[in-house]
Nanobody, 122 residues
Framework: QVQLVESGGGLVQAGGSLRLSCAASGGTFSSYVMAWFRQAAGKEREFVAGITRFSTTYYGDSVKGRFTISRDNAKNTVYLQMNSLKPEDTAVYYC????????????????WGQGTQVTVSS
């Protein structure tokens, strides 16, 4: 069983930056595809970014060019660097893991964290 714990959320002004971290335990981190999703109030959970075991990255259209996903297999951690934040980025951000080799943009992931709140003020 894999446990995922997110951290790094908070309140930031528009145009600012935040870095989210997701620490994994209980599994072989390097073998998992990792991803970040977000869910704003009253909306469906949305794919933000994903990274394969080989560090190939994928992004949602709304964050491309502003967010960067990375992983450190030695630390069992995946990161999401968020720059040029906008009020519409406000959401709870979730870390997710899945077995296999491909990033998928649906919520078909095996493990989820509890989420961390990101609020961007205008």
């Amino acid at each position: 069983q894999v446990q995922l714990v997110e951290s790094g959320g908070g309140l930031v002004q528009a145009g600012g930056s935040l870095r989210l971290s997701c620490a994994a335990s209980g599994g072989t981190f390097s073998s998992y595809v990792m991803a970040w999703f977000r869910q704003a109030a009253g909306k469906e959970r949305e794919f933000v970014a994903g990274i394969t075991r080989f560090s190939t990255t994928y992004y949602g259209d709304s964050v491309k060019g502003r967010f960067t996903i990375s992983r450190d297999n030695a630390k069992n951690t995946v990161y999401l660097q968020m720059n040029s934040l906008k009020p519409e980025d406000t959401a709870v951000y979730y870390c997710a893991a899945r077995t296999g080799i491909s990033v998928v943009r649906t919520t078909a992931y095996d493990y989820w964290g509890q989420g961390t709140q990101v609020t961007v003020s205008s």
